[in-house]
């Protein structure tokens, strides 16, 4: 374990998650992390090169971070993390492993879930390959759970750090002020003024969209340049800024112990957040430098 890099705000640890996170070196940043934002590896079937576990041992793996996260949360601090769906092995049927996960987490970290999202990929490629395009039996999975666990329930957030543009018949209401109000089929009763009132743009939903297929930015250009095989499954830089905003405040602390290309740290870095990664893997760490030679591109 080792120091990889370091930036005005954060800094890289080259080694385990469970190395970094129980050794001495990181004891002066327990009970001051706002946020835990990170993607472990997945609970796929099949094996793959960044290394991925099955079954109960998966669980008990992941279950086995809980109380040491927890530990280095703040009272109101969050921990947010990103699972994908699994299949049963050779059977066109979803496995609950992602969802018995979740529950030991939570019941290992003694946390409480605030809330789920989905993100949502419309340019995955279809799959599974034999149920969706060899014998179309199943539509394609393209999404993942992000998780929004703390101890407390009522953890720092405010939805007013990640409002959207208002959509175009939004802008008519406002402008307008004409509004079908009163009683729904739901016995909701709306009234007028609630819609009349402009604010700095809409509530987002807890379904965040990003069409992942960037085949240029700041960190594929380093690897490349630099001969460096690239994160085989990179999360969009937006995904991590929605929560940062969403959960922490400018000068807070970020940490994420799966870092993979480093996505959590530069993202964290742009909006003014300090920030601690761990990554295993020494390639996927000289990559990562690359998103830190120049403002990362979206």
Not at 75 to 86: L, T, W
Not at 100 to 108: I, N, S
Not at 162 to 168: G, K, M, R
Request: proline residues 6%.
């Amino acid at each position: 374990m080792r120091l990889a890099y370091s930036t005005k705000l954060g800094r890289l640890i080259h080694g385990t998650a469970e190395e970094a996170l129980n050794s001495g070196a990181l004891e002066r940043y327990r009970g001051r992390v706002d946020l835990v934002f990170t993607s472990p590896p997945f609970p796929l079937n099949r094996k793959k090169k960044y290394g991925n576990l099955q079954g109960q041992e998966y669980i008990d793996w992941l279950a086995g971070f809980a109380r040491t996260l927890r530990g280095f949360l703040k009272p109101r601090g969050s921990i947010v993390m990103e699972v994908g769906n699994a299949w049963e092995p050779g059977r066109p049927v979803m496995s609950t492993l992602a969802l018995r996960a979740l529950l030991a987490f939570l019941d290992t970290g003694d946390l409480l879930l605030c809330q789920q999202f989905i993100y949502n990929n419309p340019a995955r490629l279809p799959g599974p390959a034999q149920w969706v395009t060899v014998e179309r039996i199943r539509v394609k999975d393209s999404y993942s759970h992000l998780w929004w666990m703390s101890g407390t329930d009522r953890p720092k957030a405010t939805n007013r750090r990640i409002l959207q543009p208002y959509s175009i018949s939004m802008l008519r209401l406002l402008k307008t002020k004409k509004y079908n109000a009163g009683a729904r089929p739901s016995e909701h009763h709306i009234g007028k003024r609630s819609f009349f009132r402009k604010h700095k743009g809409a509530i987002p939903s807890n379904v965040i969209t990003f069409a992942n297929t960037q085949a240029s930015s700041t960190y594929l250009n380093y690897c490349r340049s630099k001969n460096i095989t690239p994160h085989p499954a990179r999360m969009p830089v937006g995904l991590a800024e929605f929560f940062i905003k969403f959960l922490t405040m400018p000068g807070d602390l970020v940490l994420d112990p799966f870092a993979g290309s480093n996505t959590t740290g530069a993202a964290a870095e742009a909006l003014g957040r300090k920030w601690i990664s761990i990554e295993s893997d020494k390639v996927y760490v000289k990559g990562s430098y690359g998103r830190f030679i120049a403002p990362c591109e979206r």
